[in-house]
């Protein structure tokens, strides 16, 4: 917007050194398509009447928001209650700009800019189910072309636990069954966290830790975002055997004898 654009004269507007054709609204407005080809960046804007040459400068900037481009996420799933802090890796994230958008609804999640090839974003809430990520520089400003994969996953739940008893042992190992495990890092056994090793979606292995007393304990399991299973399932620990003393001690060479264990 102006003044003094109508009157039959031909204008372009200028971007930095890139001039395109103006259409004339009005005496105060006119519009024009900004010219492609140059790097992301504040350039001079102006406006010049074609016949003549005659510019006016109007100290005006014009920004062109690099085309932001992606590589990687890591990591590439989190829970649904949102939360997951995810490092987008890329090109052309600007300082200011830079954004991260979860799903096609366009939900925006809060960003960092570290560098232009790093945004760490905090994943906004979302149904469970794979959605793309993309970045965007600015809120109507140029999106990544490239969109890639982030899986919100289920809460795991347990189901059950094989075998039902186990030794009272540091290192016993147990599969914990049940659903959506393929997240799942760690078994928690009464109060004792322990690593899980994932077989697949249903199953998980866990060792079991060496404080555990004997009769029944929970078992559940917990992924990387915190989310533990809201149900859980008991295993049997055994008492672990112990021989305290023995009387008598000694007897014949012959045996025969008995002996009391305690």
Known sequence: SGAGFAGGKRLRCVFGRRAVEATVVSDTAMTCTPSGGQGGGEVAFSVCQVEGNVCTWSGLKYLYLEQPGLTALKPTSGSKKGGTVVSVFGVGFDRELGQCVFGSEGVA???????????????????????????????????????????????????????????????????????????????????????????????????LPGVVAPGAVSITVSNADGDVSSNHTELEIEAQQRIGVIGPSMGPVRGGNWITVK
């Not at 906004?124 to 793309?132: E, F, K, Q, T």
């Not at 008893?165 to 997240?183: C, D, E, I, P, W």
Request: aromatic residues 4%.
């Open 109 to 207: 999640g809060v960003s960092a800019w570290v560098s232009s090839t790093l945004l760490t974003c905090k994943s906004p809430a979302h149904s469970a189910g794979l959605v793309p990520v993309k970045v965007m520089n600015g809120k109507a400003g140029a999106t990544t072309g490239t969109e890639l994969a982030f899986l919100y996953a289920e809460e795991p739940v347990v189901a059950g636990v094989m075998p039902s008893s186990a030794k009272n042992r540091a290192g016993s190992v147990v599969t914990v069954q049940g659903t959506n495990f393929l997240g799942v890092t760690a078994c928690i056994v009464g109060s004792e966290s322990v690593g899980a090793t994932v077989i697949d979606s249903r199953r998980v292995q866990c060792a």
